[in-house]
């Protein structure tokens, strides 16, 4: 993973991450300089897509269905040189809905369960953007995920796809 410098106004850095995810986290104290923000989402040397394995036997059934690969890691650090007092905001924006040709299943459909409170478990919106978390600069908060479809209705059959950005900025 590359560093990312900045211009001292504002950073931001920004991850992609299609369908769905897992959890896990552990936070460290970072030494201050250089100033830089770092977002790992998933696999560190490509886009980390999430699967879910419905059937007819069990679509619509009202039972979760697990994405795979379950345990996705994210990573978050934010420093400023000389540790200054700053926040960093990690966030993931979705569409409306994940597309199959004209058929559509709503983002909001798949949610996440963390591995602790630094980065907690939620469901995407359905569009929209939501504040995973806040946290005080020079540190890194790690977090790993698994990524569920609440399987409520029957949707037509079909490849759906659609991305989750992740962004994580420092003012």
Not at 75 to 83: K, M, S
Not at 103 to 130: H, M, Q, R, V
């Amino acid at each position: 993973m590359g560093r990312v410098t900045l211009p001292p106004t504002r950073w931001f850095l920004t991850a992609a991450l299609l369908a769905g995810c897992p959890a896990q986290a552990v936070t460290t104290v970072l030494n201050p300089p250089p100033s830089e923000v770092r977002l790992r989402v998933g696999a560190a040397a490509a886009v980390t897509t999430v699967a879910f394995n419905i059937t007819a036997a069990n679509a619509g059934n009202g039972i979760a269905i697990a994405g795979a690969p379950a345990n996705i890691v994210i990573t978050a650090e934010a420093r400023e040189a000389g540790c200054a007092a700053k926040s960093a905001t990690l966030s993931v924006t979705t569409p409306a809905n994940l597309a199959s040709g004209p058929n559509t299943i709503p983002f909001s459909t798949i949610s996440w369960i963390s591995s602790d409170a630094d980065i907690p478990s939620g469901t995407y919106l359905s569009p929209g953007t939501f504040t995973l978390a806040t946290f005080s600069n020079c540190r890194r908060v790690t977090n790993t995920r698994t990524f569920n479809f609440s399987n409520l209705q029957v949707f037509p059959s079909g490849a759906y796809s659609g991305t989750a950005t992740y962004t994580l900025s420092m003012p």
